[in-house]
């Protein structure tokens, strides 16, 4: 792919991603085709009042009415997670109703479960019974910061002993992100 980029001297390409370990390995690896030949440019979360605004407007330009405890909502589900905030968003977006009530939301969240439970219950599959436990308890928390906190490990019964490999391979899975050291 590089030895057509480089002749394209009048064309920009953006590299993008939410795996940014993956693109930083791909421009700052000598071993890599595209060692030294980009700029970063790292994106942060978009903030939630920005986020309000940007789909207060595209639903209002639809004429369809989402109220702000519902954009509010959404966010907190999506935990502000670009890609779920979009796919919930789309999917309320294409319902039929002119005004998204709460039931609106419920059914479509619940629709987006239902659609993806294959999955869900493949990754289960794929995970150790110690994996799975920890996975369910970084879930029930919300947020963890220290994963081998003697507190965090006593209430969901997890061994020290296997929680940093078990740590390790979620997030190898990408089924947890290590954001600022906290999952």
Not at 133 to 158: D, M, P, R, T, W
Request: glycine share 2%; hydrophobic share 40%.
């Amino acid at each position: 792919m590089r030895s057509y980029i480089q002749h394209l001297n009048k064309c920009v390409f953006i590299f993008s991603g939410s795996q940014p370990h993956l693109l930083t390995q791909m421009f700052s690896s000598a071993t890599k085709p595209f060692y030294q030949s980009s700029q970063f440019l790292f994106l942060d979360h978009i903030e939630a009042p920005a986020y309000e605004k940007f789909i207060l407007h595209h639903f209002s330009s639809r004429k369809k009415k989402i109220a702000t405890a519902h954009i509010q909502t959404l966010f907190e589900w999506s935990r502000l997670h670009t890609y779920y905030v979009q796919l919930l968003c789309n999917k309320l977006f294409a319902t039929p109703e002119k005004e998204l009530t709460n039931a609106v939301l419920l059914r479509t969240l619940e629709n987006i479960l239902s659609e993806n439970e294959p999955y869900y219950y493949s990754y289960k599959n794929l995970l150790t019974d110690q994996q799975w436990s920890l996975l369910k308890a970084i879930a029930l928390e919300g947020q963890v910061n220290k994963v081998s906190s003697k507190a965090f490990l006593n209430q969901y019964h997890l061994s020290s002993s296997t929680v940093q490999r078990s740590i390790k391979a979620l997030e190898e899975r990408e089924l947890v992100v290590n954001e600022k050291g906290a999952y």
